[in-house]
């Protein structure tokens, strides 16, 4: 079945620690995209990328880093420069001027 | 900047009963529109999409949604709620700012349906 992977679901993170999320596609799709969820926020953008090694900041891209190697994978760190990581992360992926696809979600917790 | 504002942060509705959620959005051409749906601590499930053409569109689970320019407005219909519709909804418009790609999606803050029996 073709889809959106993400992984871990469920991700603890120490203060001061860096930790990777995961987010692999076999939809074939040039473009790929990672949000954050907040109650009540709605989704945010943080990066994107449409080609392989190439990507772009978006609205809360700081203490955040992303990598775009494969076509289907698009690794999301977050590092310790972000303040409040404690949220629900979804990745996304779509063909260009086509709706998104999104995966189900890695959340993280910061103890 | 483009936005997107859905004024109801919750709705509830008896099941059997019509639903109609809002949805305004801040534009300056053109919007693709979305509406997608998502069940506590899953992902996001596209219910359907608007480019262009006719301003009624259909999507899954019996849901439509009508494009109004004239209102800047995608309100999301259903004639009759079943129980599983209770999740949140929202609504999404194409970004096209300097930093953002064509496709990326600015969201509005969602509204939560829940269904009374």
């Known amino acids: 079945d073709g889809g959106i992977t993400q992984s871990p679901k469920y991700l603890f993170r120490k203060e001061g620690q860096n930790v990777t999320l995961s987010c692999e596609q076999n939809?074939?799709?040039?473009?790929m995209y990672w949000y954050r969820q907040d109650p009540g926020q709605g989704l945010r953008l943080i990066y994107y990328?449409?080609?392989?090694?190439?990507?772009q900041k978006g609205d809360i891209a700081e203490g955040y880093s992303v990598s775009r190697e494969k076509k289907e994978s698009f690794p999301l760190t977050v590092t310790s420069a972000q303040k409040n990581p404690t949220a629900f992360y979804l990745c996304?992926?779509?063909?260009?001027?086509?709706?998104?696809?999104f995966g189900p979600g890695t959340r993280l917790t910061v103890l | 900047a483009q936005s997107v504002t859905q004024p109801d942060i919750h709705i509830t509705v008896s099941e059997g009963a019509s639903l109609e959620l809002r949805c305004n959005y801040s534009?300056?051409?053109?919007?693709?529109l979305f509406w997608y749906v998502q069940s506590p601590g899953q992902g996001l499930q596209l219910l359907l999409k608007?480019?262009?053409?006719?301003?009624l569109v259909q999507g899954i689970k019996g849901f439509e949604a009508e494009f109004k320019r004239s209102q800047s407005s995608f309100n999301l219909r259903k004639p009759s709620v079943h129980w599983s519709d209770a999740a949140e909804y929202f609504c999404?418009?194409?970004?096209?700012?300097?930093?953002?790609?064509?496709?990326?999606?600015?969201f509005g803050k969602g509204t939560t349906l829940s269904v009374s029996s």
């Open positions: 608007y480019f262009s053409g006719d301003t």
């Open positions: 996304a992926s779509s063909m260009a001027g086509n709706e998104q696809f």
């Open positions: 999404a418009v194409e970004s096209l700012s300097a930093n953002q790609a064509g496709t990326a999606l600015i």
């Open positions: 534009y300056g051409a053109t919007p693709y």
């Open positions: 939809l074939n799709h040039d473009a």
């Open positions: 990328s449409q080609i392989v090694n190439d990507f």
